[in-house]
């Protein structure tokens, strides 16, 4: 509950669910559960901005997955502190974290987390301006979340291709993909609808200045 709270923007809300999860399972003692909330927990502390909560809720969940021997638990994990590593501009720290995910989810094949984790990559590359780096993971991203049908993933792909054209200066292709990126959020009822539309009107009337220039 927390998670899908989270995924449709509502952050407080997820928090709320997530830590009576984690103290539910503490009281259960167990640690497999409060490995998974506080995973979960990171990922939304970062959506909300709370970095340095982020970092320490998945530090723990990290630590509690290699007790208990979850190896898909750790590769989440892993790919959800590169996450927030990203936010904080430890790109080299981020990139380990990130790559070292990729390699455990494609060994145990779970698609689904490793295209998410593609898109964090490519986020990482296009952070340092580098679109030649980022697009090829963007891309391999949307080929994979559209293979398994991952409505998300294919938009968060799309959107981050669509801010790679941005930065190259391919203004249409960038509404275009943005588009695209916000239609598909918009129809699953994804948090993400509000930024991705305010940043396609925000290039509408980039385009608009130069034609009238």
């Known amino acids: 509950l927390g998670g899908l709270r989270w995924q449709t923007g509502d952050c ?4 709320r669910d997530l830590e009576r999860a984690l103290g539910l ?3 259960l003692g167990n640690r497999l559960g409060q490995a998974n909330a506080l995973s979960v927990l990171g990922d939304v ?4 901005g709370d970095f340095a909560a982020a970092i320490g809720d998945l530090e723990q969940a990290l630590r509690l997955h290699r007790d208990v021997s979850s190896y898909s638990g750790e590769g989440t994990t892993l790919a959800r502190l590169g996450s927030v590593l990203v936010e904080t501009g430890d790109h080299e720290a981020a990139e380990t974290s990130l790559c070292a ?11 689904a987390s490793e295209a998410t984790t593609l898109t964090l990559l490519a986020k990482l590359h296009l ?9 090829p993971l963007y891309q391999e991203a949307l080929d994979l979340a559209r293979q398994i049908d991952s409505p998300w993933d294919e938009a968060h792909a799309l959107a981050g291709l669509g801010r790679c054209a941005q930065a190259d200066g391919a203004i249409g292709d960038a509404s275009d993909l943005l588009t695209r990126a916000y239609e598909i959020f918009r129809r699953i009822g994804a948090g993400e609808a509000v930024e991705v539309a305010a940043e396609r009107d925000a290039l509408a009337e980039q385009a608009a200045s130069q034609d009238r220039e």
């Open 127 to 135: 952070s340092r301006a580098d679109t030649a780096q980022a697009r």
């Open 25 to 27: 399972h503490r009281d």
């Open 45 to 48: 502390r970062r959506t909300a």
């Open 101 to 111: 995910a990729i390699s455990i989810l494609r060994k145990l094949g779970d698609q």
């Open 12 to 15: 407080p809300g997820a928090i």
